[in-house]
């Protein structure tokens, strides 16, 4: 029985920065941020979103249309958030609201940075496996903040993922392959009085690269496998410098006929987080949409996928594309990402410091946010979303 990611969507608010503007600003090389970083814009969140207004956004592409039958095979919405709004409710509570899904369901957030959006995946293709009539809604939704001037701004980036899971999947299967490890360490994290993320930023990249050469050798021992068994290696993306980094450390495993199609799929993949930014949790999920919209792969081609979560949890594992895996990607994430607004570094500037907080009472607007779900207003420290259609 097969299982795996049966159809996928992605949400990104409407409004960017050029990474350009920003290095001149910085009085900083461009060439620093759109080559030794890779990144060349980020998404700018409006305040009329947030992890879960974008979760909900994401999620309506995947399910407008679905029937009422289809609708009540959701068995859970596992929402995967390092940025959630609520230190205790779970943000998947609210998408079972705003997405009109039955009552009997569980509705869970989970939380290991970067990592959660995989964990979700994993206990959603566990579950299906044991009740393979039931479906599973994933979603990873974060905004990625470091702070202005910060050496973390130019990784910033906003934007949610959503995944439907089930037997027979459209888009690929999940080889029962994982590799996974997990350590405490200090390399990223956020406490809790805080709305920005505190980072060693070269001791994380180098435990990013730790993880992933470790894993891939227990990976490739454990699962017989050789870098050439695979047509592509996805990475989570903090900013597209970093998949580059972990691979040119298995260089030499990579023959010499394979080389090519991994570079191409390489870039292929990081197509859209150049352009996006961070987004924590969704980022891995991002790029694999990017890789499967902008290069032509086959039927059965298998996908090394790997998660990194700060703090620190790794894992690898490997899906295997189904014949019309293009169809299901729903929605069209190049034209999302090319319709929204630039906005100029001060404006930019005025809405990081205008990130709303719940000890106040809020109206949200924004003239130029036309997405289906919106966060309108903070009352008595609580969030009231409004669906804009
Ligand atoms: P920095 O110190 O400003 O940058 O911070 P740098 O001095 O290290 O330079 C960056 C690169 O640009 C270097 O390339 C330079 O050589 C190059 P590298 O040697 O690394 O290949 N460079 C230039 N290239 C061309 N022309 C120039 C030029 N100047 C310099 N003129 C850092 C960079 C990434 C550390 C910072 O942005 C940061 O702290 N970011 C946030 C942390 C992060 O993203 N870590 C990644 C791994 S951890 C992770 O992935 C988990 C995470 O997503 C969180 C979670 O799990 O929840 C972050």
């Known amino acids: 029985m097969e299982i795996g990611i049966d159809q996928?969507?992605?949400?990104?608010?409407?409004?960017?920065?050029?990474?350009?503007?920003?290095?001149?600003?910085?009085?900083?090389?461009?060439?620093?941020?759109?080559?030794?970083?890779?990144?060349?814009?980020?998404?700018?969140?409006?305040?009329?979103?947030?992890?879960?207004?974008?979760?909900?956004?994401?999620?309506?592409?995947?399910?407008?249309?679905?029937?009422?039958?289809?609708?009540?095979?959701?068995?859970?919405?596992?929402?995967?958030?390092?940025?959630?709004?609520?230190?205790?409710?779970?943000?998947?509570?609210?998408?079972?609201?705003?997405?009109?899904?039955?009552?009997?369901?569980?509705?869970?957030?989970?939380?290991?940075?970067?990592?959660?959006?995989t964990f979700a995946l994993m206990t959603a293709f566990d579950y299906v496996k044991l009740h393979p009539n039931k479906r599973i809604l994933v979603v990873a939704s974060d905004i990625a903040r470091y702070g202005l001037k910060s050496a973390g701004e130019v990784t910033q980036g906003a934007g949610a993922v959503a995944m439907l899971v089930s037997t027979q999947p459209r888009l690929a299967s999940y080889n029962w392959d994982s590799v996974f490890q997990s350590e405490d360490l200090?390399?990223?994290?956020?406490?809790?009085?805080?709305?920005?993320?505190?980072?060693?930023?070269?001791?994380?990249?180098?435990?990013?690269?730790?993880?992933?050469?470790?894993?891939?050798?227990?990976?490739s021992q454990k699962n017989l496998k050789k870098v050439s068994d695979f047509a592509a290696f996805v990475f989570h993306l903090p900013f597209t410098k970093m998949g580059k980094k972990a691979l040119?450390?298995?260089?030499?495993?990579?023959?010499?006929?394979?080389?090519?199609?991994?570079?191409?799929?390489?870039?292929?993949?990081?197509?859209?987080?150049?352009?996006?930014?961070?987004?924590?949790?969704?980022?891995?999920?991002?790029?694999?949409?990017?890789?499967l919209k902008n290069n032509i792969l086959k039927n059965n081609d298998r996908i090394a996928m790997f998660s990194y979560?700060?703090?620190?949890?790794?894992?690898?594992?490997?899906?295997?594309?189904?014949?019309?895996?293009?169809?299901?990607?729903?929605?069209?994430?190049?034209?999302?990402?090319?319709?929204?607004?630039?906005?100029?570094?001060d404006e930019y500037e005025g809405l990081f410091r205008a990130f709303p907080e719940d000890s106040e009472d809020h109206e949200l607007t924004n003239s130029y946010d036309s997405s289906h779900f919106q966060l309108k207003r903070i009352k008595d420290h609580q969030r009231i979303y409004g669906d804009n259609f």
């Open 8 to 117: 996928i969507s992605f949400f990104t608010p409407n409004l960017y920065l050029d990474l350009t503007e920003l290095a001149e600003k910085r009085g900083v090389d461009p060439n620093k941020y759109l080559v030794g970083i890779g990144q060349e814009k980020q998404s700018i969140v409006p305040p009329t979103q947030d992890s879960v207004s974008m979760a909900a956004n994401a999620a309506s592409i995947l399910l407008e249309q679905k029937s009422t039958e289809f609708l009540n095979s959701i068995d859970e919405i596992l929402f995967a958030s390092e940025s959630g709004i609520d230190n205790s409710k779970s943000g998947a509570v609210y998408l079972q609201k705003l997405l009109n899904l039955k009552k009997n369901m569980r509705a869970i957030e989970i939380k290991q940075a970067c990592y959660g959006g």
């Open 248 to 291: 040119d450390q298995i260089n030499d495993q990579i023959d010499e006929s394979k080389k090519d199609q991994l570079e191409k799929n390489r870039l292929a993949g990081q197509i859209y987080n150049r352009k996006v930014g961070n987004l924590y949790t969704g980022s891995l999920y991002l790029s694999l949409i990017s890789l």
């Open 309 to 345: 979560g700060s703090g620190a949890e790794g894992e690898l594992y490997s899906l295997s594309l189904a014949a019309d895996y293009r169809q299901a990607i729903l929605g069209d994430p190049a034209q999302m990402i090319a319709s929204r607004r630039k906005v100029s570094v």
């Open 186 to 219: 200090m390399d990223f994290w956020r406490p809790l009085d805080q709305s920005e993320a505190l980072v060693f930023g070269k001791m994380s990249q180098e435990i990013y690269e730790k993880f992933f050469y470790e894993i891939w050798q227990t990976y």
